[in-house]
């Protein structure tokens, strides 16, 4: 008899990780099948992967998207049940069928379905990086508590668990660990002359040179803050200290990360920088499966460079830096001024170096406390937007 299948929910189905998810799950419909789906806003596309892939359950953000995709789905004779809201959303992410919860919405909207997610036990794919940075604490008692798995979906912290020793135990003194070396891509303007930095438009910052993603994701690599959330999310995953994280700049996106050894040794996954490696790899765990994925040609890549980076042009890498080291709300404060600042340069309202900025006043305003319940984290979230707003409005172009 063959294996019952994996019973699967993705957050934030319609995005870039949501897409990737369901093109690894549609090559072994033998092994997954897809109870639940959400999206916020794109009806028309969730609609169409409500018909593939028959999820009993789709969540979306509001009525007007509930009505229209009702609608949508009635006219295909599809019989997914339509819910609507935050409640649903964690009511989905802990179903008591479901096995596995793709944590792929972005930014702090997604925390409190993962939370669910944890909380039901479930295995939780995370790649809603913002939920652990801001919610660290809180989130990882969850997980352990209620036995739980984590599997990381960034590609880093992926090759990162790929490279741990299997039976790791969370200390990594234990395991010889000496470092954990993450790799950056630098971004559009690693190269760009400084002052030209002032005038680049949102069109600009969501050109990745090696890595299609969100619009959000795309200027934290930008401005590097996407590094800095990614060594706070390393800080929680692997339980590792700030200065065991180290930050490496190479820009062709081959060597994902790396783990150095007591020993000399240093152990990276490599391939190219295609999210369905990372993806297929949780999904399978710990068996491997095919994912679509060209295979890695050294011979055209021919090099691959490693630098510092230039902290100077990137200050948002320093500013996670020291809100993990500060610790308590400041991770989640510096995270919520970096999505209002975000937004506000995607918006038009303020010029890409004034991001750091917000950040830094956010952080250098709101009242330091301790974070232990998911209600602290809220607190704290709040306060951090509330004060990134009026400073953005402040720099304003
Ligand atoms: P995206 O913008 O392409 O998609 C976001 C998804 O979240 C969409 O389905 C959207 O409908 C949903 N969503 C947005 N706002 C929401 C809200 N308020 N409530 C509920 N749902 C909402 O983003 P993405 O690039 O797929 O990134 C998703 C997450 O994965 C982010 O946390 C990002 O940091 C992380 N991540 C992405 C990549 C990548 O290659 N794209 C790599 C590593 C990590
Ligand atoms: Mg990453």
New binding site residues.
């Given amino acids: 008899m063959s294996a019952p299948r994996q019973r699967l929910v993705v ?8 897409v ?1 998810t369901l093109d690894v799950v549609a090559r072994h419909p033998e092994r997954f099948e897809v109870l639940a789906l ?5 009806v028309e596309q969730l609609a169409e992967q409500c018909r593939r892939f028959s999820p009993r359950f789709a969540v979306v ?1 509001s009525d007007e998207a509930a009505t229209t995709l009702t609608g949508m789905l009635r006219q295909s004779m599809t019989d997914t049940v339509v819910l609507v809201g ?1 409640e649903a ?1 964690e009511g989905i992410a802990s179903l008591p069928e479901a096995d596995t919860v793709m944590a ?4 702090a ?2 925390l409190r379905p993962t939370l669910a997610a944890a909380k039901a036990g479930k295995k939780v794919l995370l ?4 939920a652990l940075v801001m919610a660290g604490p809180v989130f990882m008692r969850e997980i352990i508590r209620n036995g739980a798995t984590l599997l990381p ?3 880093e912290h992926n090759a990162i668990y790929q490279s741990l020793p299997k039976e790791y135990s969370s200390n990594l003194s234990d395991n010889g660990v000496r470092r954990i070396l993450l790799t950056a891509s630098g971004g559009p303007f690693r190269q760009m002359p400084l002052e030209k930095l002032e005038q680049v438009t949102p069109e600009q910052a969501c050109a990745h040179p090696n ?7 795309s200027v ?1 690599s930008a401005t590097m803050m ?1 590094k800095g ?1 990614e060594v706070i999310e390393a800080h929680w995953l692997f339980n590792a200290p700030s200065e065991r994280i180290e930050v490496v700049i190479h820009p062709q996106s081959i060597v994902h990360s790396m783990v150095e050894y007591a020993d000399g040794s240093v152990i990276a996954q490599l391939g190219n920088p295609d ?1 369905r490696t990372p993806i297929a790899y949780a999904l399978a765990y710990p068996e491997r499966i095919e994912a679509g994925v060209t295979p890695l040609d050294l011979w055209r890549i021919g090099r691959l460079d490693f630098e510092r980076p230039d902290v100077a042009r990137f200050p948002c890498l320093r500013l996670a830096y020291e809100a993990l080291e500060r610790g308590g709300n400041a991770p989640a404060v510096l995270n919520a001024a970096n999505e209002i600042a975000v937004e506000a340069f995607l918006g038009g309202r303020l010029p890409f170096t004034r991001i750091h900025m917000v950040i830094e006043q956010t952080l250098a305003c709101v009242t330091w406390g301790e974070i232990d319940t998911l209600a602290d984290v809220l607190a704290a979230d709040a306060a951090g937007r509330e004060a990134a707003r009026q400073f953005a409005a402040g720099l304003h172009a």
């Fill in positions: 957050l934030g189905a319609t995005g870039s990780i949501g990737n959400s999206a916020q806003h794109k953000g935050v959303l792929a919405i972005v930014g909207a997604g790649a809603n990086k913002e979906i960034d590609s890595w299609v993603m969100g619009r959000k994701i934290d996407n959330l999210m």
